[in-house]
């Protein structure tokens, strides 16, 4: 390859702005399912929640953007997404909190329940590729978006970027700062405790799972609406399943799920721009693509591995993926 390619500004704020755009959905999803694992419900049913997300926001943007709701199409579009999420979180509820059903072949069932209904449903509505929505246009932020180099990477990004990071401390504010989230890590330490202290156990984990679905699900939309601006089969190539390791890389902590997700997003975007390049006659051939594809989930893979043979670490919620019976301690 051209290094003349690479080794330029050019190349350098490109990179890092499709970073923090492709890590955008699985922070999200990686949000949703540090609230859900907090209250010791584990939903490994992400990427089946994402593609219901992605397929549901895509369709209602698509539906809606050539009628009077044009305008506002694509925000209907992404909470259509979350709600789809939600939907299947209640599914997720009902299995691993009411019945008390193995939570590990519940998330696996729903990642093949979630992937068959959005591929069926897309294929009934659309008999081919061809169908786009119109997106969200780049937000340039007053000021900020002036400054070189700084301003092109951070400030210059559709909203829903924005609207991610405040999320980030959102959940952290949520968690740590307020009686709901104290309920949420409540039960995920020690439901018998809160039970006698007088929390609804059921009720608390199906709030914080619906609420972590509903994350995911608007993270599907995410990729679905505005970013890809369409829907295919395998179109999230596993973020959710790469959402559930970045939570134990993260800790359960918010902040470092931030760092996490913009680390896949930068190795995502390695792969994206380096593929491109391999195709300029310069370069073509000198790296095998099938390599860049597999970089982003390797690069995670050895993230995960790294941070969790540190010591001294926050560890799981102590009843994590544990069903819990009323009335035991």
Known sequence: MDWSLVLNWAFVIALFTAAIRLAVPVLLATLGEIVTERSGVMNLGLDGVMVVGGVSGFLVAYFLQGG???????????????????????????????????????????????????????????????????????????????????????????????????????????????????????????????????LRVAAVRYGATLIGTALAGFGGAVLTVVQLRMFREGIMGGRGWIAVALVIFARWKPELALVGALLFGLADAVQYRIQALSQVGRGAGTIPYEFLLMLPYVLTILALLARSNRRGQVQAPEVLGRPYVKGEL
């Open 68 to 198: 009077p709701l044009a305008g506002i199409s694509q925000w209907l579009g992404l909470l259509a997404g979350a709600a789809a999420g939600m939907l299947m979180g209640l599914i997720v509820a009902v299995f691993a909190v009411t019945l008390r059903a193995d939570q590990v072949i519940t998330g696996v069932t729903l990642v093949v329940f979630g992937h068959g209904v959005g591929n069926y449903i897309y294929r009934q509505q659309f008999s081919s590729l061809t169908a786009r929505t119109n997106g969200l246009p780049v937000f340039e932020v007053p000021l900020l978006s002036r400054i070189p180099v700084i301003g092109d990477i951070l400030f210059k990004h559709d909203a829903t970027v924005y609207i991610t990071v405040l999320l980030v401390l959102l959940v952290w504010f949520f968690l740590s700062r307020t009686t709901w989230g104290l309920n949420i890590r409540s039960v995920g330490e020690n439901p018998g405790a809160g039970e006698t202290s007088g």
